[in-house]
C-alpha cells in the first residue's frame, strides 16, 4: 500500500551499500526504461529501482520489460529492486519467476506499538506518553502510514508555529489530524474516515 516506508527501505539499502543509484519512475516510458538498464550496466556496481512497477507496467510494453529484465540475470554488480502498490495488478510472470525477482516482502501498515515508537522519535517529550498513545491507536483506526504519521508531526509542528508556540499542544495536533484526515479522504476518494470518536473525546 501507499507510503509504507518503501523509499525509506530503498534509501537505506542504498546508504548501506555501495551502489550507484538508478531509479526509474512510473511516469518513464519505454526508451526511458532501455536507457535506465543501459546506464546502471555500465555504472555497477549500481542498484536498479522501479519504483511503483504496477503503475509503471501499464504505460510501458511489458514483453520489453521483460526481456530487459532475463538479460541481466547473468551480469554480475546489479541489484534490481521494485515496489508496488498492488502486487495483484502483476502478471505471475514477473512476479513468480526467480530469476526476475528472488525475493518479496509485503510492508505492512504500523501497528499500534509500531505507531507509538514512531510517533516517538519525531515528537519526543513535546508530547505525554497519553497523547502518544491516543494517537497512535487512532492511526491504526484509521490506517495511517508512517509517511503519514511523520506528516502529522510536521503539520502539528507548523500549527504550533503559526500560533508562536515551540511545540505542539493538543489542539495542535487536532487541526493537523483534521487535515491529514482531508487530503486522505480526497486521495482515496471516500469518506471512510471519521474524526468524530477522535474530537469528541473529553
Not at 506499538?113 to 505525554?128: D, P, T, V
Not at 492511526?139 to 500549527?159: C, P, Q, R, W
Not at 486522505?184 to 476518494?189: A, G, I
Request: overall charge neutral.
Amino acid at each position: 500500500s501507499h507510503n509504507c516506508g518503501k523509499t525509506s527501505i530503498i534509501r537505506t539499502i542504498i546508504s548501506v551499500y555501495n551502489f550507484k543509484p538508478v531509479t526509474i519512475v512510473p511516469e518513464t516510458n519505454n526508451d526511458g526504461v532501455r536507457e535506465a538498464f543501459a546506464y546502471a550496466e555500465e555504472q555497477s556496481p549500481s542498484l536498479l529501482y522501479f519504483e511503483d512497477l504496477d503503475s509503471l507496467l501499464e504505460k510501458v510494453d511489458a514483453s520489453s520489460f521483460l526481456n530487459l529484465m532475463d538479460g541481466i540475470s547473468a551480469k554480475n554488480g546489479l541489484l534490481v529492486m521494485a515496489t508496488a502498490n498492488d502486487v495483484k495488478k502483476l502478471k505471475k510472470n514477473i512476479t513468480d519467476r526467480p530469476s526476475r525477482f528472488d525475493r518479496k516482502f509485503e510492508i505492512p501498515l504500523p501497528t499500534q506499538e509500531m505507531a507509538y515508537i514512531y510517533l516517538n522519535r519525531w515528537f519526543g517529550k513535546l508530547i505525554s506518553v497519553a497523547k502518544s498513545k491516543e494517537l497512535a491507536k487512532y492511526a491504526v483506526e484509521n490506517d495511517f502510514s508512517y509517511a503519514y504519521l511523520k506528516e502529522l508531526y510536521i503539520s502539528a509542528m507548523f500549527e504550533a508555529l503559526s500560533h508562536n508556540r515551540k511545540a505542539p499542544i493538543s489542539s495542535d495536533i487536532d487541526r493537523a489530524i483534521s487535515s491529514l484526515v482531508k487530503d486522505k479522504n480526497l486521495l482515496n476518494n471516500e469518506n471512510s474516515i471519521s474524526t468524530d470518536k477522535y474530537f469528541n473525546k473529553k
